[in-house]
């Protein structure tokens, strides 16, 4: 979508199981290989209490939301910030909701309110600040 066809409000959500495999596949890309992700007995000993999935890998569906859907094609990410509020464990399911938060149409930049859930607890909170395509 280019600046003229976003309005303030707009969103879109995706949802995705997190499994122990996109675990593994996301340390080994990222190269966080921190236990408490990725061995069962070390998680087991800390104030989790089990393994968790990386903040990171629930907050790239953000940015996957951002590339592909809202605004889409052609949208550069500016900056990101995140809270994380509570973990995300294999076999949960993340929802990704992304909403238009604020338009400054002469300089092409959209604010836009992001946030992951696992059932209604909202798990990652946050804002993008993105450039986005001109009006063709």
Known sequence: ??????????????????????????????????????DAAFAAATPFKGVIAHGMLSASFISAILGTTLPGKGTIYLGQNLKFLSPVRPGDTVKTVVTVKE????KRRVICQTACYVGE????????????????
Do not use: R
Not at 121 to 136: C, F, M, N, Q, R
């Open 1 to 38: 979508m280019n600046i003229n066809e976003l309005s303030i409000g707009q969103s879109a959500e995706t949802s995705k199981i997190i499994t122990q495999q996109d675990i593994k596949m996301f340390a080994t890309v990222s190269g966080d290989h921190n236990p408490v992700h990725l």
């Open 121 to 136: 607890t909202k798990v990652i909170d946050g804002e993008a600040t993105l450039l986005v395509p001109a009006a063709s």
């Open 103 to 106: 338009i400054h149409a002469e």
